[in-house]
């Protein structure tokens, strides 16, 4: 079986609809045709400040969602990065394997780090996606299921791989973005040139999937269009009616042509209504089944040992063969 590997930052509290579209339904899917490793990043969390007992909750709700979300422990190894030390001790021999300027290039920082000004910008935050290929490479993944946005620091841990490997010996799989089309990029409801993101401009475009399922009802029955009639999928022309037949078409299964044909002749107004109710279909279990396992907080913390336990024999192995591999003493 193919090894995917993926993680999730904790920070927001709730996840988004893009969250959830864009990667947690698939890390679900995989679970029955690949070997998968999935994290909670807390350690990538800290990069920007973080109130310690509100981390702490955030990791357990994150945990509980994504077993909401359908994650089997079972069938998958779910595991907070933090339980796995292996994750530092590998970050700290990529960083010194990754170029200045080549961390510079990274348009999430850039972005980021903009939006927060020099002074209050990290080194952490720098080094984060070099993070991010350590949590990626200790687990010799072959695929990352992620959304679009994390393309390029896919791109970076396949280039830190072939450097490694090519200085010391092959010691690390190369692995591809997962990353399917149709749900690459979610975008806000209220302006939807941009992705659906926890930093948005208003809370309206964003749906949080622990929100009242009334408050997200009415975020979709709001979400801008267009000036348009017509209900059709043209992500350029209609990006506002596009993403809405998206988000429908993947949580009721109908194509995206099955549903413009549906919606012939009708008008917006009947789409959204239809989609608030399927919205509010989706939530309304899943904020149940997460307070259910927030309810029994020694199942989830058991279920997150198993995981830890798991993920800690493979990463282990790994590092040990990269510390060989890079010439340390071994300690007797
Ligand atoms: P994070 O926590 O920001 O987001 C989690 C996942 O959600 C996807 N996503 C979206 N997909 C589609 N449309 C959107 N609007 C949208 N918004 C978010 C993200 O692409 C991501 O897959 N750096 C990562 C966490 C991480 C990681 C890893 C991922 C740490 N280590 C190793 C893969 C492998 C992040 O900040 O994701």
């Not at 394997?97 to 080549?102: C, P, R, S």
């Amino acid at each position: 079986r193919p090894r995917v590997l993926s993680g999730i930052q904790p920070t927001a509290g709730s996840f988004h609809l893009g969250n959830y579209l864009g990667a947690v339904r698939q890390w679900v899917a995989l679970q029955d045709t690949h070997d998968a490793f999935y994290c909670v990043v807390d350690l990538h969390a800290i990069t920007v400040p973080q109130d310690p007992a509100e981390l702490r909750a955030n990791t357990r709700l994150a945990a509980a969602q994504l077993l909401a979300a359908g994650l089997d422990p079972e069938r998958c190894t779910l595991f907070i990065q933090s339980h796995v030390p292996e994750h530092a001790q590998l970050g700290w021999v990529m960083n010194c394997l990754t170029g200045f300027g080549e961390a510079s290039r990274m348009t999430q920082f850039k972005d980021k780090s903009a939006k927060q000004g020099a002074d209050r910008t990290t080194v952490g935050l720098f080094t984060y996606p070099v993070l991010q290929v350590a949590d990626i490479l200790l687990y010799q993944a072959d695929q990352v299921p992620v959304g679009e946005d994390q393309r390029q620091h896919i791109e970076l841990t396949r280039d830190l791989a072939e450097r490694f490997n090519g200085r010391y010996g092959q010691t690390f799989t190369l692995p591809a973005p997962y990353i399917p089309k149709e749900t690459a990029k979610i975008y806000d409801l209220q302006d939807p040139s941009v992705k659906m993101s926890k930093s948005a401009s208003t809370p309206k475009g964003l749906v949080n999937l622990l929100d009242e399922p009334k408050a997200t009802a009415k975020k979709v029955k709001s979400a801008v269009t267009d000036t348009d009639t017509v209900i059709r999928f043209d992500p350029v022309g209609k990006p506002g009616v596009s993403n809405l037949l998206t988000i429908m078409s993947v949580l009721t299964g109908s194509t995206v042509a099955a549903l413009e044909k549906e919606y012939e002749g009708k008008m917006y107004g009947a789409l959204k209504t239809d989609l608030a109710e399927v919205m509010v279909d989706f939530v309304t279990p899943f904020k149940d089944r997460t307070q259910e396992y927030l309810d029994d907080p020694e199942t989830l913390d058991s279920i997150l040992a198993k995981g830890a336990e798991k993920a800690r024999a493979v990463a282990a192995e790994t590092l040990a063969q990269t510390y060989a591999r890079v010439g340390f003493l071994p300690a007797k």
